[in-house]
């Protein structure tokens, strides 16, 4: 069973930054997918970024190319998303997402994902 625990979270102007993590226990973080998934209130959970289990390919949605980056550090079973210049329309709970197989490849649906965490609350004020 692997567990996921998001952090950094929090309250920030538009045009601020914030750095989530997500801490993996219980399983073979270096072979797994990643990914970032929100959901803002009354909307569907949508896909934020991912990244292969070596940080050789990565993919955003298209409203946070250039804002957003997802890195991960393997020896501390942590992926980050960097996010700077943030928008209110980026305020929504933030989830990251682990996929134990396919390791070489990134996935964008939420069902492709196995293990989430319980989500960090982003807020950004206008």
């Known amino acids: 069973q692997v567990q996921l625990v998001e952090s950094g979270g929090g309250l920030v102007q538009a045009g601020g930054s914030l750095r989530l993590s997500c801490a993996a226990s219980g399983g073979t973080f270096s072979s797994y997918v990643m990914g970032w998934f929100r959901q803002a209130p009354g909307k569907e959970r949508e896909f934020v970024c991912a990244i292969n289990w070596n940080a050789a390919r990565t993919y955003y949605e298209d409203s946070v190319k250039g804002r957003f980056t997802i890195s991960r550090d393997n020896a501390k079973n942590t992926v980050y998303l960097q996010m700077n210049n943030l928008k209110p329309e980026d305020t929504a709970v933030y989830y990251c997402?682990?996929?134990?197989?396919?390791?070489?490849?990134?996935?964008?649906?939420?069902?492709?994902?196995?293990?989430w965490g319980q989500g960090t609350q982003v807020t950004v004020s206008s």
């Open positions: 997402a682990c996929r134990v197989d396919a390791p070489t490849a990134v996935f964008m649906r939420p069902r492709d994902y196995d293990y």
